[in-house]
């Protein structure tokens, strides 16, 4: 059973190919790529077209919101396992059909994030408030510039500035 | 000559830049599609942008903490941060060159339907591609439409958020067009001008000759000479000498190159050995007029090997000259 046309069925389905060689590009990867996609579809089929003004764009805004999400829970579980590891002790050497993280993965994991808290206490304090209500309450350029008194464009030039010294730790 | 955006600027910079321009709620399709451009325009990026990815989840790990750290710092007034205003767009030069040859080809047609722009940071991107001698070259274009490039040909890419623009310097090429109503897709040859929306076809250009084939879709061809036509799918126009012909035809011949072989039907033999030049790296020459009409398919190979094909199948007789060969027809009877 098919669902029901809309503008946002009829943007993906043309797009398909495109999306997924920009996902490929962005994520390095195609069977991630292809995941993305398919996951794209699957969100998009919920939603009710008329609530999207610009399709093609909410198409590649999505897509990037389920490359994140998916990078979010793979190193969640990492990180997770490293906190809990802190506090419970390594135990048993790892189980190797279990699949957890292993120990060099955990060290890793705590290195990066003491990394990203190394660079963060860096920020001048108003980068680091615009970059705290933008990237981790999730408010618009729009709701931060209102909230701190400051005009958009400043707010844009505090995040490009944040988010460059993040990029340059490196992957 | 190329001209990606940010490309000027290091890696981690211009990634922290897309990121901006994109988390914007009015960012466009044409934006994303100018950040795969920069993706792909070097492995730095694809890393620089994966690191900020990687960065970005690790600070949400760590927000509690970021969170406690904002808290501690004293609430004075915003401190006057001033950094550098780099303008966001890449310098117009490129762009003014080439609105200026395109009001060119406009020039002696009704149309107006290239204007200098008003917006003095018009973001046009600009790349040029060449196939090697050897074999042909794929192009996949950031809106998703394919340019696949035969032996030695080159095109110059424009695009821009409101129009694609492909010149076809020399050679041939296969466009299959990604649809979008909003940005037509327009390939320059000389005086012509292809303009399409959504579909397949075939141009080929010979110095002043050009051949544009429509395998799927529709596309409008305008002229210096001629009125504008427009081409269906199984039509074909030819340009020559200031005259626009258009007849039936087989796009898959047009098009067969592209699976590795040539088709001709009823062709003069003059057309065959052109083409056929097209894949040889010595010159191919034809002796004895162009009576003969050759009807067949060649597979793309050595050029030995081709015209032993052509010997095989058709009246003609191959001799090696001082240079390359030479193709003498059949006087016609």
């Given at each position: 059973m098919s669902p029901p046309s809309s503008p946002l069925i009829d943007a993906y389905l043309a797009r398909r190919p495109a999306l997924v060689r920009f996902f490929a590009a962005r994520t390095r990867s195609d069977a991630e790529a292809e995941d993305i996609v398919q996951e794209l579809f699957v969100r998009i089929a919920k939603v009710p077209a008329e609530t999207v003004e610009n399709p093609a764009a909410y198409l590649y805004r999505l897509g990037s919101n389920i490359h994140l999400d998916r990078l979010r829970s793979a190193r969640r579980s990492v990180a997770r396992d490293a906190a809990y590891q802190e506090t419970m002790?390594?135990?048993?050497?790892?189980?190797?059909?279990?699949?957890?993280?292993?120990p060099e993965a955990r060290w890793t994991a705590r290195r990066r994030l003491a990394e990203v808290m190394a660079v963060v206490e860096t920020f001048p304090p108003q980068r680091l408030r615009v970059f705290t209500r933008h990237k981790l309450d999730g408010r618009s350029y729009a709701e931060v510039a209102a909230e701190l008194g400051i005009s958009k464009s400043a707010v844009e030039k505090h995040m490009m500035a944040a988010l460059r010294q993040l990029a340059e730790l490196g992957s | 000559m190329t001209e990606v955006p940010f490309s000027d600027l290091a890696p981690a910079e211009a990634a922290a830049r897309w990121r901006v321009r994109l988390d914007d709620p009015d960012a466009t399709e044409a934006d994303w599609l100018a950040y795969e451009t920069w993706l792909t325009a070097a492995p730095e990026h694809q890393q620089a942008s994966a690191a900020l990815d990687s960065a970005l989840i690790d600070a949400e790990l760590a927000a509690d903490q970021i969170r406690s750290l904002d808290a501690r710092v004293p609430d004075a007034s915003p401190e006057a941060e001033r950094g550098t205003v780099v303008p966001l767009r890449p310098k117009r030069p490129r762009a003014a060159a080439w609105w200026g040859a395109a009001a060119a080809i406009a020039a002696g047609t009704a149309f107006l339907m290239l204007r200098p722009p008003l917006d003095p940071t018009l973001r046009v991107t600009t790349r040029t591609y060449e196939a090697p001698a050897t074999r042909d070259e794929t192009i996949r274009l950031a809106d998703g439409s394919q340019i696949r490039l035969n032996r030695r040909a080159a095109v110059e890419v424009a695009q821009s958020p409101a129009r694609r623009a492909v010149t076809l310097l020399r050679g041939e090429a296969a466009f299959t067009v990604a649809h979008d109503a909003a940005r037509p897709f327009e390939v320059l040859a000389g005086d012509a001008r292809v303009v399409d929306v959504g579909t397949e076809f075939n141009v080929a250009r010979d110095g002043h000759k050009l051949v544009v084939t429509v395998r799927s879709g529709v596309v409008d061809l305008h002229t210096r000479a001629a009125a504008p036509k427009t081409l269906r799918a199984g039509m074909q126009a030819r340009v020559e000498r200031g005259t626009v012909r258009v007849a039936a035809a087989d796009p898959d011949a047009a098009l067969a190159w592209t699976e590795g072989h040539l088709v001709f039907r009823d062709a003069p033999m003059s057309e065959v050995v052109s083409d056929l030049n097209r894949y040889s790296d010595r010159p191919i020459r034809l002796e004895g007029g162009d009576a003969s009409r050759f009807s067949g398919v060649l597979m793309i190979d050595e050029t030995d090997r081709m015209l032993d094909q052509l010997q095989q199948v058709s009246s003609v007789r191959v001799a090696k000259s001082r240079d390359g060969f030479v193709v003498k027809a059949a006087p016609a009877r």
């Open positions: 002790g390594d135990g048993d050497a790892a189980d190797p059909i279990s699949a957890e993280p292993s | -």
